[in-house]
């Protein structure tokens, strides 16, 4: 077993295997490609044999990790900004997370345009997901939306230019674009079909928690409710089924 950290920090990629061996390397500005074969080689020093996909995923124009010398640069301070939005935006998940007693997915980082999200689920399968999804095998959506679910996040670049929280559900009930939720800058958007959340807006809160869960949970009620959910059976405390 091992584990590969990012040490925001101090600015290392470090390696622990469950064999006590211990590596890394600093994180500085160098091409992907530089990145990928320092990792690999790193790994195998340690004797860890590791294949990946090479290809990343939801980005146009897929250049393979390997031979990737276009994107170079790493700028230690937003490196650490980033990552500290990411612990805090982690923090308000959890206690979101914490509400519901239904199937729910731990607070994960995913690839492609690399968001923080956490979904819950109904318990009910949802329709074929159509796929289509930039530089994404169909099979991985199809089996990522396999049951109805309401997904939150936070993402920065991808579908939208700044820095933002979202939320959505699959499948969308009728209604679901035109529902009231909260705080006021909070907005449905048409184009990628999910209530957009900015993040300054959160930032600049005097109560910046109270303001984010005020908007997952005002649209997590509104996909819950539309989609006629068991809310008394999945939710926690009072606000079950109300």
């Not at 101090?10 to 320092?38: K, N, T």
């Not at 897929?62 to 790493?74: M, W």
């Not at 345009?113 to 999804?133: E, K, M, Q, W, Y």
Request: hydrophobic fraction near 40%; include cysteine; charged fraction near 25%.
């Amino acid at each position: 077993m091992f584990q590969i950290d990012f040490d925001f920090l101090d600015h290392r990629l470090i390696v622990q295997a469950s064999d006590g061996a211990v590596g890394g390397f600093p994180l500085q500005a160098e091409s992907v490609a530089i990145f990928y074969r320092r990792l690999m080689e790193e790994l195998r020093r340690l004797g860890l044999s590791v294949k990946i996909s090479k290809r990343p995923n939801e980005v146009p124009d897929p250049v393979p990790f390997d031979r990737d010398e276009a994107h170079a640069s790493y700028d230690p301070e937003y490196a650490n900004r980033f990552w500290r939005v990411l612990v805090q935006s982690d923090r308000v998940f959890r206690e979101f997370r914490s509400r519901f007693i239904g199937k729910c997915s731990p607070v994960h980082f995913f690839w492609g345009i690399l968001d923080l999200a956490v979904t819950r689920f109904s318990g009910r399968v949802a329709p074929l997901h159509p796929g289509g999804i930039l530089n994404l095998p169909d099979r991985v959506a199809r089996e990522a939306y396999s049951h109805e679910l309401c997904s939150c996040g936070f993402m920065v670049g991808g579908p939208v230019r700044d820095a933002t929280f979202y939320s959505y559900v699959y499948p969308e009930p009728s209604g679901f674009a035109a529902a009231s939720v909260r705080p006021v800058e909070a907005f449905y958007s048409d184009r990628i079909r999910r209530f957009l959340l900015p993040y300054d807006a959160v930032r600049e809160s005097e109560t910046p928690d109270a303001t984010l869960l005020d908007f997952l949970q005002t649209t997590y009620e509104a996909a819950a409710m539309l989609g006629d959910w068991d809310r008394t059976a999945l939710e926690r405390g009072p606000k079950a089924g109300g």
